[in-house]
């Protein structure tokens, strides 16, 4: 969660540092004889126990260890009593005895097989340590750890005490008096995960120290924790970029002087955005946390983040998520304060909370708690991006005194990666701590909470939603059913036809009730939101309802009779077969295009196979085929094309039938296009998802950076599909890529970079982008008959770089829409990219790109001017001039030839050229939000959110949405996939007369 700290590195690229050198000298306790007071130190900062016999440990000391412990903290107020020592023990060893350094040690970042290496030795040494391994392995392959600290005896009743937490999570098992006797005898799992961002590096190094600490440490303090409570701790949770991390860091330690790029791969596929799959679940890493979540149910889940100064415990600013039982926000604020009064009591500076994040959107990491009735909360540490000690100034913004944060940290301190384990391990003791010795009263407030969510469809409701069995996209509505199982939530699927109220659902329809433990986390995922947009600003999606992402209609049902319906359990995920049907002397074989996603993988499944496309919709006997269905001929296509096609549907959840006689419709070829994804090397974080799910549907691509089409003049030789998802910056910035100053900047494998060489892609030199030289390559690419993609902000590579003309970006003024699910419809539905569509989407949209066409389609009224001129009468009364001569009202979408004044300019666009709109934002601004916030609509409303513009003999389409976003834009992604699969008939059912220029040469206005 820090934007903040990769700012940070940024800066790093071109500046050398020293690291600072340790100010403060021991005062830690120097043997275990010591008295108590001879811990402290005389000066007045020093923090004086509170209560010193309380968490002095009994046991001998770690004396050198102690020692630098004080000597890595720059600072005796950075320190607490709490980790200014460690104990001695001669069976168990600390992190310095298995890894050579102690944790904090300036300049040292351990690597995950250490880290790793270190809880083995750890687990083999203490019977209260246990070391197993998640469910699935990382992206690239590596083992995802969990250790279990806890009091032997705890151990010993494991499983035990995971039946009581599954019991309390699950009220519908237990009476009440049978929760309060579970209640007492069992323990809360406390569960600490490091590092899910990367470059925030602190939390992996200190979890050794703390794991060492709660396994051996006898102070009352700790065995209170030990005793009372379970631990698990998630060493690193994003595995395979802590290890590039680590990586990095190396590089920049053997180059001094040198610039060094920011963390470009973090996983395989996603960058900071790891943190934001907690709706999605596409990474491993989230699955882990969600499948681990399910079997111990723990009471805290506690994500450690790095940005900002020096510990920020969450809570936010709000809004607050609307879903959650309200108690849920209480025990936030009430585990925040709990550690801000401990750590202020305690001289410890910059320990806030309240602003920063707003607490509103449920896809981050920690939702695997919070949607479940558990706590989910992090901190914001202080990080340096690394292990260096180095002096830090911050901007007075974090550094003021203001109402949540009476204790700021201050304008410049020298920083030390030992401050951030001491900040973050004193205060995440004190939350264990306090959990520990309250466990009844968070267990019986989780079990509360449990109950609740049951009683939520007779309460507050709804009582159910309600996925309609003759969904139009089966595929996509399973799949949408097997990602609520996966998220732990029931959904069960009706034997038979069922009414609620006057409305008739089939059997088959899929049930998501709200009487069960889960019932939050499925409300909150398949309702709409509303963002009041006088609330403090969104810290990211205000708008995420799944059914409308999907594209699969779900229905909120008030009425409780829902819950009666004839409907078993799904006990397993719910999958689709796929069938073919029709006689063995078929002709052809159709398949409907519906949009779902599989249809995609059927074409490069079966790649030799020629398949064509419906140009308009037909009817065979009483069976409706939508536009874009596809043709499969037996003539021509390989003689065991039906047995492939059978078990290629029946496997993909699609229905092929055979025809007897071709069905009378134009049709062309279906491409299996060779599709390349563009990345650059400033930033991948928007391209990984595209990756996600072109591997997913098994769709080929090759992955190439921009600079690649810098250096190939022939890329239509290679290509006929350029995808380019966005990047931040501008055109120039994006064509230019990172300045070519200095020495080059290699990405690859080295020695002392063995993790970059499992990146997805590498490089000599990270320095440069495309260049204009990829710009013209581009332009040729696109005459010569390719299909350039350019979703959101990219968009302005080709247009500003006049690869296109009639298409402008208009700034926003007054529209906030920020991360929303808005209505659209299709303003043509004749282009190949609207295949399988119905006449509206909803689609997701982020506050730009807002595009403008030079000459809109006839009949699109509305739009920023408004749709008539100030006059008398009403909207829709016709303009009338007063006193003169009345002739009857031109209509100026029905002239014989409209272009007939501009034909003769030099600069007149003939019609099969010109920008064509396929999807448009609706039009009235009324009825544009689904989900999210808006305001300023009128500069949304009608906006083009799809351009098809024809250059050469190819196309670039633009997209102002985002079609592949965080794993939860399915419904959108046959956009790209049309578009792909047609990119050589593109211009297919363009109605060539009903575009008129306009007379103008500059971009003119979309109306
Ligand atoms: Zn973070």
């Known amino acids: 969660m820090s934007p903040e700290l990769r700012r940070v590195l940024a800066i790093f690229v071109f500046v050398v540092f020293a690291a600072g050198s340790a100010l403060a000298q021991t005062d830690a306790r120097s043997n275990a004889n010591a008295e108590p007071a001879s811990s402290g130190s005389s000066t007045a900062a020093k923090n004086t126990p509170i209560n010193p016999k309380y968490t002095t440990p009994k ?10 412990i004080a000597e890595y903290t720059t600072e005796k107020y950075f320190m607490t009593e709490l980790v200014d020592h460690l104990p001695l023990s001669d069976k168990v060893p600390s992190p310095e005895k298995v890894l050579g350094y102690a944790v904090g040690t300036p300049n040292k970042l351990t690597y995950t097989k250490d880290l790793y290496r270190y809880y083995r030795e750890l687990a083999k040494a203490s019977p209260r340590v246990r070391v197993l391994v998640a469910p699935e392995k990382s992206e690239e392959g590596r083992e995802q750890m969990l250790v279990l600290v806890s009091d032997e005896e705890n151990l010993a009743k494991l499983d035990r005490y995971k039946e009581i937490t599954a019991k309390l999570a699950d009220p519908r098992k237990v009476t009440d008096a049978e929760a309060q006797t579970l209640i007492s005898e069992g323990k809360p799992f406390y569960w600490a995960s490091g590092s899910i961002h990367s470059p925030e590096t602190g939390s992996p190094e200190m979890l050794m120290e703390m794991a060492y600490r709660l396994a051996v440490e006898d102070s009352p303090f700790i065995e209170d924790i030990r005793k009372n409570m379970i631990i698990m701790i998630t060493p690193a949770l994003e595995v395979d970029g802590r290890d590039r991390m680590v990586d990095l860091y190396n590089y920049r330690k053997a180059n001094p002087g040198k610039p060094v790029p920011s963390l470009l791969y973090w996983g395989k596929y ?33 994500d450690l983040h790095e940005s900002v100064p020096y510990l920020y415990t969450m809570t936010g600013t709000g809004p607050y998520n609307a879903w959650l039982d309200p108690l849920a926000i209480d025990e936030f604020q009430l585990l925040a304060y709990h550690e801000i009064e401990e750590m202020t009591k305690r001289g410890v500076p910059g320990v806030w909370t309240h602003g920063f994040y707003d607490g509103w959107a449920p896809n981050y990491m920690l939702y695997i708690a919070t949607g479940h009735n558990a706590i989910g909360r992090f901190y914001e540490t202080f990080g340096n991006g690394g292990a260096d000690t180095r002096e830090r100034t911050l901007p007075a913004n974090q550094t003021s005194r203001v109402w949540y944060r009476p204790n700021p940290p201050f304008p410049r301190v020298n920083w030390s990666m030992r401050n951030n384990v001491n900040m973050q391990q004193s205060a995440i003791l004190f939350a264990m701590n306090f959990v520990a010795k309250e466990k009844e009263r968070f267990l019986n407030n989780f079990y509360l909470k449990s109950k609740r969510s049951i009683a939520k469809a007779a309460n507050e409701g709804p009582a159910a939603y309600i ?6 996209r089966p595929v996509e509505a399973a799949d949408m059913v097997n990602l609520l ?3 732990g939530v029931e959904v069960h699927r009706a034997t038979k036809e069922f009414s609620v109220k006057d409305q008739k659902y089939p059997a088959g329809s899929y049930i998501v009730r709200m009487d069960q433990p889960y019932s939050r986390m499925a409300d909150m995922l398949l309702d709409t939101q509303y963002y009041n947009v006088s609330d403090p600003a969104p810290y990211d999606d205000t708008g995420w309802t799944m059914g409308a992402m999907r594209n699969v209609k779900t229905v909120r049902v008030v009425d409780k009779s829902v819950l009666n319906a004839p409907a078993t359990l799904l006990t397993q995920d719910a999958k689709v077969t796929g069938q073919l049907t029709g006689a063995a002397s078929a002709v052809a074989y159709l398949i409907n295009h519906n949009t779902d996603n599989t249809l995609a993988t059927l074409r490069f499944r079966l790649k030799d196979v020629k398949m064509s496309a419906a140009e308009d919709s037909f009817k065979v006997g009483d069976q409706q085929y939508n536009t874009g269905t596809f043709i499969i001929k037996k003539d021509g296509n390989p003689a065991d094309l039906r047995a492939r096609l059978e078990s290629a549907a029946t496997e993909l959840g699609l229905k092929a039938v055979g025809v007897e006689k071709l069905p009378e419709v134009k049709t062309h070829e279906l491409a299996v296009p060779r599709i390349a994804i563009v990345h650059t090397w400033t930033n991948t974080q928007n391209e990984g998802w595209y990756r996600i799910e072109f591997d997913k549907y098994q769709i080929p691509y090759t992955y190439i950076s921009d600079q690649v089409i810098g250096k190939t003049s022939n890329l239509r030789e290679k290509f006929d599909v350029l995808i380019f998802p966005p990047v931040g910056g501008s055109a120039q910035t994006i064509v230019n890529g990172m300045p070519k100053r200095g020495d080059p900047i290699p990405w690859k ?11 997805p892609d590498q490089t000599d030199d990270m320095r440069g982008g495309m260049t204009v030289a990829g710009v013209a390559n581009l332009q040729k690419f696109i005459e010569d008959g390719g299909l350039f993609i350019t979703i959101g902000g990219v968009s302005q590579v080709p247009i500003d770089y006049g690869i296109t003309t009639g298409v402008s970006i208009q700034q926003a003024d007054k529209l906030q829409a920020r991360g929303s699910i808005y209505n659209s419809t299709f303003a043509d539905r004749k282009s190949p990219i609207a295949y399988g569509y119905d006449a509206g989407l909803p689609i997701y949209f982020n506050q730009s790109p807002l595009f403008q066409v030079a000459n809109p389609n006839a009949g699109q009224g509305g739009g920023g001017g408004g749709p008539r001129a100030s006059g008398r009468g009403g909207v829709n009364d016709p303009d009338v001039v007063q006193a003169m001569p009345q ?29 064509r709109v396929v999807l448009r934002f609706a039009s009235d601004e009324k009825n544009l939000l689904i989900s999210g916030m808006l305001a300023g609509g009128n500069e949304l409303a009608n906006k083009p959110a799809i351009v098809d513009v024809p250059v050469g003999r190819g196309h670039v389409v633009m997209f102002a949405t985002n079609p592949m976003w965080r794993h939860q834009t399915q419904g959108e992604f046959f956009l790209v996939f049309n578009a792909a699969l047609n990119y050589d008939n593109l211009s297919v059912g363009r109605s060539e007369g009903r575009g008129r220029q306009q007379p103008s040469t500059a971009d003119g206005d979309d109306q």
């Open 749 to 759: 494998a080295s020695a002392i970079t063995p993790n970059f060489g499992n990146s």
């Open 887 to 915: 002739p009857r009202p031109a209509d100026p979408n029905n002239r014989p030839d409209p272009d007939a004044d501009l034909r003769e300019s030099p600069f007149f666009v003939p019609p099969q050229l010109r920008p």
């Open 485 to 487: 199982r996966l998220q």
């Open 467 to 472: 996925i309609p069995g003759d969904t139009p």
């Open 59 to 68: 046991s001998p000391l770690d004396t050198a260890y102690g020692a630098k």
């Open 270 to 302: 996603v960058a900071h955005d790891n943190n934001r799959d907690g709706l999605g679940l596409a990474l491993a890493l989230t699955r882990n946390q969600m499948k681990t979540f399910l079997d111990y149910h723990p009471t805290v889940l506690h």
